[in-house]
């Protein structure tokens, strides 16, 4: 193998003959496969099973980071400890802003849909941007639009001048940023691994996410204490300059357009068509949806948790949302040293109930102790179904059409803060656990009825 090779050199394109789209990958095989940009993979043994010449060699744990070989692929997954350590500890440090503000768990829904309806606004938008330009340089140009946002609000909160409607406000803006951003980052995946390392890719990218989840909420939950609001803000708006600084260590790269000059209705129109016509697409979305409004507003309940709930204060706040990460880490780990193996579906499939099931106990749980044990399963579950669920949409849509099916997965980001409206309502008339618990049985069963009568589903590779 040509170890000197730098694969990031070279990036897909979509088969699009007579379209005007530039091809620089030679193409082999029925219908033209991806290229592979990092070159031959290492060993007979086939994708993310890291193993050497012979069937012997690195094994579980190389298998698990077969995708970091590729440099450019490496500087994004660095980039996402920047981004995600800032998405967690603002989490934490809005919540317990806007819930010692207003003793609201509605309030905590509002201000979390304020970041939901400009996702479900813009994301179909977001997604023909993304099929259309250097998805490098509109990653840089949102994360820095995030970074100048979160500069005002930590100027906000360190002069005393913030009020709920700021949080309101901004988090509607971050909403119209990520509708641009996530489905660039998810399609910029595309260009830098081959199709069979796509689970591998995204399970890192979640690890990366996961490791977040577990440190970024304690440090929160300590610095609250140590430095307040407004010094964990701080932090924040510095780890957007960390990413910022990755994403330029990558190359721009080639646009991927099928129609570079079409109106852009016409594009999201095609993206819209093709989905409905593809029931794979369709029933994958579904699956996608459902678990984010019955199931993820428990992550925007925890401050009630943690404060009402368990008496733990900020301490306990940070030990349960690292709870939750310690399983997804987990989770995220045995999903990307499975490599491509054959079960996906059956496997998300039984993720997705397990999701479902432990959140009951979670939920009625009577003290921090049993709930974190618990949040442990929900992690670990979650995680595993989501990853699944991103990388078979992404394995069962064209590649010029990347863009536009993932602003449509992209828009459960805006529903799963809508979510939490009605279940803040509804954790006001009947308590926060029964909402939470509730919502884990409705996802229980309605994943039992698929796995009974999808057999679609079932058998996805």
């Known amino acids: 193998m040509d170890t000197k090779k730098d694969p990031h050199d070279t ?34 043994a086939g994708p993310g099973m890291g193993m050497g010449p012979g069937g012997r060699g690195t094994g579980f744990r190389m298998a698990a980071f077969s995708s970091l070989k ?46 939901g309806l400009p996702m479900l606004m813009f994301s179909l938008f977001g997604g023909t941007v993304a099929d259309r330009v250097r998805k490098r340089n509109l990653l840089l140009v949102t994360q820095s639009f995030m970074g100048v946002m979160s ?50 890719a995204i399970s890192l990218g979640s690890m990366a996410m996961n490791i977040c989840r577990i440190g970024s909420p304690a440090l929160a939950g300590v610095l609250l204490k140590i430095i307040g609001i407004p010094g964990v803000y701080w932090i924040v708006t510095i780890s957007y300059v960390g990413v910022i600084l990755t ?85 995220s780990t045995i999903t990307a040293s499975l490599g491509d193996f054959q079960r996906k579906g059956i496997l998300m499939l039984m993720t997705g109930a397990a999701f479902g099931f432990f959140l009951m106990p979670f939920a009625l749980s009577g003290s921090l102790v049993p709930a974190s044990i618990f949040l442990l399963a929900v992690g670990t579950s979650s995680s595993i179904f989501m990853s699944l669920n991103t990388s078979l949409l992404m394995s069962n849509t064209p590649v010029e059409l990347i863009g536009r099916v993932m602003s449509i997965f992209m828009m459960t980001f805006g529903l799963m803060p809508l979510g939490t409206v009605p279940s803040g309502a509804l954790a006001e008339i009947i308590g926060v656990p029964y909402t939470v618990a509730g919502g884990g049985a409705v996802l229980f069963l309605f994943i039992i009825v698929l796995i009974i009568t999808q057999p679609i589903i079932r058998q996805l590779k």
């Open 11 to 44: 990036l897909k394109q979509p088969d699009m003959a007579g379209k005007g789209i530039k091809h620089e990958a030679p193409k082999t095989g029925p219908g033209g496969p991806k290229m592979v940009p990092g070159g031959p993979r290492m060993g007979p």
């Open 70 to 115: 590729i440099r450019s692929f490496r500087w994004l997954w660095f980039g996402n400890f920047f981004a995600f350590n800032s998405m967690q500890m603002q989490m934490v440090a809005r919540g317990w802003l806007v819930y010692t503000m207003t003793d609201s768990p509605l309030a905590l829904g509002l201000v979390s849909a304020g970041f």
């Open 151 to 200: 500069l005002i609000i930590t100027l906000l909160i360190q002069t005393e001048l913030i009020a709920l409607w700021h949080l309101f406000m901004s988090s509607f803006f971050a909403g119209v940023i990520f509708s641009f951003m996530m489905p660039a980052r998810q399609a910029f995946l595309v260009e830098l691994v081959e199709e069979k390392d796509y689970l591998n």
């Open 247 to 331: 994403t330029t260590k990558i190359p721009p790269g080639e646009h991927i357009a099928a129609k570079a000059d079409a109106p852009m209705m016409a594009d999201i129109l095609e993206g819209l068509r093709y989905v409905k016509g593809n029931r794979i697409i369709i029933s994958l979305l579904v699956m996608s949806f459902v678990p984010i409004l019955l199931a993820m507003p428990y992550q925007m309940l925890m401050p009630v948790f943690a404060r009402t709930i368990f008496k733990a204060g900020e301490t306990g706040l940070g030990i349960l949302m690292s709870a939750t990460g310690v399983g997804a880490l987990i989770g």
